[in-house]
């Protein structure tokens, strides 16, 4: 055997043995669904605002007899 061929056996043996693990990705790595795309506290901030804005209007409304 020459050296080549020893070399292209050896790459091709590589590349089936990753063939056989793809797929398999150990837990470790994986992505976990804990992380959420906005913090808390922005995330507090916004209730805040929508609820207090949507009682605000609620009064006001009320307020002025239903005529806005």
Do not use: C, H, W
């Not at 669904?33 to 207090?52: Q, S």
């Not at 949507?54 to 007899?65: D, H, K, Y």
């Amino acid at each position: 055997m020459t050296t080549s061929r020893r070399l292209a056996d050896r790459k091709v043996g590589r590349f089936e043995k990753n063939i056989t693990r793809r797929g398999a990705v150990p837990e470790s790595t994986a992505k976990k669904g804990t992380n959420y795309p906005v913090g808390p506290v922005l995330l507090g901030f916004f209730i805040f605002v929508v609820v207090g804005s949507s009682l605000f209007q609620i009064v006001r409304t009320a307020t002025s007899g239903g005529m806005a």
